[in-house]
Each structure stands twice: as C-alpha cells, then as structure tokens.
DNA sequence: CTGTTAGCGCTTTCAG
DNA sequence: CTGAAAGCGCTAACAG
C-alpha cells in the first residue's frame, strides 16, 4: 500500500472512519482497547496524518505569515530568531514574504492574504500604507507590525522606546565626564531619525546642558556617508567630547572619521551607537551602543499574533512600546575620566 | 455573501463549476464570451481561490521548507536572501524549521516531511546524520544540502570551494610580500578546520614556501578564543607577518591581539579572514577576507529543488562545488611594500 | 463509546 | 466547448 490514509485505517481495524480520526485527536471518548489497538496500526505502517486534508477539514492552516524585508537587513535575523522560537513550541509554521516590489507581486500577495494560506501576518518595517494588509485585518486577520510608525493606521503596532535608551545613553555620556555633544542624525525620509535626534536633545536638557546646534549634521544611515559627515562635523571646529550616531553603521563611520582627524576614542570623544547589531562587537573600540529590541518585539508580536489565532479574533489596535537600553562597551569610557566618573 | 466559492460563482454565472475551475486556470478550452463573463464576476465579487482546497485536490502545497540553524547563525541571512529571490519568483512558499532539538520537535518534523506540508526540502549546514531527512527522499521528497559535507551519505551536497579563495589569498599576500605564514585554524570538531588549514598549507607549498608548524594555532570559532589564540602564538616568538584567521570572528579576535602586542596591521602583519560576513567591512582596518559563497550556494540549491518539484522527480546525489573567492581590504596591504608588491 | 452522513473547495476523468 | 460525478483525506454534527 502506497500511503495509508484514514479510511485504510477504518477498514483495517474495522472501525469507522470517525473513531480513527478521533484516536489521531486524542479525544477521551474512545474505548481503551480500540485505541490502543489504532494507536499500534498507525505506528505500525508507519501512517502520518495529511496536513492539507486537516487544513482544508477545520478550515485553518496554522500558519503565520512573516512578511518582511530579506533583501536588504541583516537584523531581520534577531526578528526571525523569535520568531522561530515562539512558532516552534507551537504546532505552526512561519511562512516568508517578501516586499512585494510590483504590482504582480502585490497582487500575489494580496491573493495569499485572502486564500487561506496563512492565519495570521507579522510585518516587519513595513512603513508605507499597504491597503490590502488593513483590508484583511479588517476582514479579521490577526496582524501585527513591527516598527510601522503609523502608516498604516488602525493596525496593532510594536516599537521601541527609543528615549529610554538614549537618555541612559546621555545619562552615562555625563556620567563619565562629557558635555560637548555631537550627533549624526538621520535623513529626514525615516521617521527614526527625528525621534532619535529629539531623545537625544530632550536627554541633554534634563541633564541641565544643551544640544549645541552646530554639533547635529545629518547623513544617510550608512558608514561611509557618516564617515564623510563626522569630517565635517569637525572640521566645524566646534569641539566636542561625546558623539551619538543614529545607528551602529553610522557609528563606524563616524570612528573611523575621528581617527582620521587623529582624535582617540574613547579619550577624546566618547561614541555611542543605536541597533546593537552582532557587529558593534567587532568594531575598535568596541562600541558602547544602544539595543534595539528587535528579539523582544517579535516575541511580542508573535504572542500576540498566536493568541488571536487561537482566540479567532483581530488584534486591536494598538501601538506598543518595548523599552531599549545601553551596552556599554569600550568606545565611551575615557581612561581618564572626567566628573562624575568613577575611574 | 461571506466567502465566494467556485460553487458560488458556478450557479451564478449558470455554469458548472468545472468551467469556472477552467477558466481559473486559464485553459484555453472555453467559450470566450463565457470566459470573459465569469472573469468580470469573478473580479467584481472578489473570489480569490482557496489555497487550501487547491493544495489538496492536486496533491501538492507549493511549499519548499527550510531547515536551518536560525538560533545562532547571522550568516543565514544570506542564504534566506537568496533563497527568498528564487521562490518570489514562483508560485512557491518558503517555511521555516528550526533544527529539531527534542526527541519530539524531531519527530513533529519528521511528520512534516510525510505529510505533505513541503514539496521539497533545502537543508543548511546540518552536519549530522538525520535519517528521517534520508527517508523523505528516498520516497520523493527534492531535498538539497548546504554544507552537509557527506554526513548524510546520497544526497545532493552544494559546498563551497575554499581552497580556491585560499589560494587567492596566499598568492595575494605572497604578492605584497609575506613570506612567514601563520594561522588560527579551527577545532577538529568541525570539518572546515581541517579543509582550510589543509588548503592554506598546500596554497603556501604552491608558493615555494612551507607553513611553519609552529605557527599553525587552534582555536574555536569564536573572536575572544581567537584573541587568544593569538596571544599566545606572538608568545611563541616565533616571527611572522602574515596571518590567516579560519573565520571573520576569529580574525577580530587576532587583530585585537596582534594591537595588544604591538605589531600594526597591516604594516607587520597582514591579517586575512574567511567568511566576509557584513561585519568585515566593520573591523579596523577594513578585513581582506575570503568570500563565503552562501548567497550562491542558496541560489543554486534553491534551482535544483524547483526543477526537482516541476519535473516531479527526486533529486540524485551529487556534490556541487560553488567556487570562492578573494575580498581585499585594508587589513593585508602593507604600506611599504614588499616583493612582489605594486606600492 | 461508535457509526452515518455531510461537508471543506477545488480538480479531474469521462462523456457528450 | 461544457457538465456530471467522483474524488483529495480528514473533521464534525447528529444520532444512537
């Protein structure tokens, strides 16, 4: 015989194809003997349930979507890691999407979105409206954003406290000595870079100083253009003795900047990144950064998106906040170190 | 109407469902008014197919799993990369599984891979032997390996070719005028130590040179075992001004090491890694590394498997070899150059 | 405790 | 060019 199904079970052990069925969901209401002796058979020819005949039977597919961008960031990784793990301890399965760059594209995903494919969706940074993600949210697909900053209004959203862990990130700045601060924001295209810039300013004040608005240049978050831009930015001649960059990349860039105009990290300015990517480890200095959450808020999300599954209903609206904190390493601590140190 | 079904559309357009099924499947054997009839009703109601029903009436989920380290490895993002592209641009789905850990994750995927859930399996650096992997394919399931290096005998293998880029990388620092190799080769645990520190010894032998046994040093996979490692050959006394670390994190570790005992990089000696992870490009100096060819190697399997579920076949042993190559950067080039140098 | 009878929504011979 | 009928393999009332 090929591939055992269910009714090759019934008729084998002469029972109905019910009673099989029930056996293979464990229900109590079946008598010992006759389990015991299912139970035997289907260990016996080795016979495994057909996921696409339960899927179509209950009318559920006990997938989760993930639809994110694979192409370009490597941080998805800390995204999938939760991910992977909440999914494993449960009997679903996490199925990509990418972007969907065309209109073809779109298309198909919208399809999926509506075939019954999947039971429940996480989108990661999307930040751009995608009707078709509202329509079936509406329609009662459990869906939950990462990092959306309201673009998609009226969708469950998950973000991190910046603020938090940039005003930690200050709070050390000072504790070790500096005042003069300097930022590499970001461009104005990402919602990110105000909010980072606008932590960092209100940080400063709290601590009774000011953002001086010489020391804020803007660049693309990448190394090189923050490289370039940090040139600048000295060659400002305004000093400082604290830099903040926007991101890790940035963060690079910015190092390698300094010391190409001969200044020492941490001695003479004190980096501090924002992402804590694996790569702030391999940098010289270490870098001192701030962690993004992104583990903890796809944990979060995929509890959530789990429970609505199970609970057969939407996910509210909702906008959560996950709180970020500092790593301090060695790119922020001078060996001689100024007032409130502790050197 | 809830949900529109092909029952629906039929009785609606005064047809059978049949016909509809034809026409969603665009076969060519329909009235063409009919057709473009039922297209219209089916665009203004907004039927969309049923994945689920379609799936188990042809017999088949469109699905290719992927069973990867997804816990511990940033490199993954590659292969998802690339493994993602190919699928975007089918009508497959990608699903993810983490490496069984229990006795019972174990055996839920190996139901999995009966039933039906996947039509084709790509498998990453597993490196060890899963018989319910074996099985599956030897019952049909296309299943391809990435890095398996033969521990699961008779399947299809895609492995990079490292001493190709090895090679490179020698004649690379032979050409800026190394002559005394040495190496942070990995722990016998793993099948690549061996691979590389062989190819290293046999580039160098190509070279008229020898590698010097005294300046071949273990050390597990990691940046601060590496550091160590380091340490202690420098302390061996033993001269040296070329340096190849078996991987990227190794090779941070090692110029953290060789900056503690004074000896600048490039200019004393030249460091090169392998892997040219994203982080490379954040080491100081820049990392000259070898190219490890995960995207390619993903691409490639991910082909085989396509062809592997279209033509409905399994996919035969064989041991593809994906060629790799130099990366240069900062970190090997000395500014006074040597021999066979181009300063 | 167990079986009967309908589906789930689509595809696919086989006739016409 | 079109339709009837029989599945795909399992679940789920509803009776007993």
Known sequence: MRKWTISDLAREANVSKTTVSRVLNGRPDVDAETSARLL?????????????????????????????????????????????????????????????????????????????????????????????????????????MLNDYGFNAGLADIIPDEAVGIAEAVAHLVAVGRRRFAIIAGTPDFPISATRLDAYRQAIRKHGLELDEQLVIEAPFTAPAAQAATLALVDRGVGFDALFASSDAMAVGAMRALKQRGLAIPDDVSVVGFDDFASAEFTEPRLTTVHNPLYEMSARAMAQLLDGVKANKPIEKSEEVIGTHLIVRDSSVPSRNGAGGRG
């Open 40 to 144: 035997a058979l289907i260990e016996d020819v080795g016979y495994v349930r057909s996921a696409r005949a339960v899927q179509l039977a209950k009318g559920r597919a006990n997938v989760v979507g993930l639809l994110a961008p694979f192409d370009t960031s490597p941080w998805m990784i800390e995204v999938l890691r939760a991910a992977m793990e909440r999914v494993q301890a449960t009997h679903f399965s996490l199925v990509l999407h990418s972007f969907p760059h065309s209109p073809a594209e779109m298309a198909r995903f919208a399809d999926q979105l509506n075939n019954g494919s999947m039971d429940a969706l996480m989108v990661v940074s999307l930040q751009q409206e995608v009707p078709a993600i509202a329509k079936a949210a509406a329609d009662g697909l459990p869906v939950v």
